[in-house]
């Protein structure tokens, strides 16, 4: 398995906390874990930047695959949806907050859906 794999993974699992600790947060009454929330969101942003773009070097002069623009779709969104919370934090407002998570969710999904086809293609490949 490829090296960048595993910063594909490393920014998934990222990802999943800082929306479990915002989760937390908020709905089950720990603010407390709020600080955190910004530290595992930027260390998703960069690590799945990283494995996006060592797994485009690594396959460049090859077509991208459907599986290739479904995880660009992804990297696109997170990055999409830190651009939407750096605009709340400078201009405020509830309207890119909500857009904010509204995006890394579907990121989160879409990220999920990248890995876990890869995974099947991994596991079924003879």
Not at 52 to 60: F, P, R, S, T
Not at 81 to 86: P, T
């Amino acid at each position: 398995m490829p090296y960048f794999v595993w910063f594909g993974v490393l920014g998934l699992l990222l990802l999943y906390a800082a929306g479990i600790t915002m989760f937390l947060a908020k709905r089950k009454n720990m603010p407390h874990l709020r600080r955190h929330h910004s530290l595992l969101g930027k260390g998703a942003a960069f690590s799945l930047a990283v494995h996006a773009v060592w797994a485009n070097l690594d396959h460049m002069g090859r077509s991208i695959p459907l599986l290739g623009w479904i995880g660009l779709a992804a990297i696109f969104g997170v990055f999409l949806g830190y651009c939407a919370i750096l605009r709340t934090q400078r201009v405020g407002g509830r309207k890119w907050s909500r857009l904010h998570w509204q995006i890394q969710l579907l990121s989160m999904v879409i990220a999920t859906v990248h890995a876990a086809w890869m995974i099947v293609r991994v596991l079924s490949a003879p």
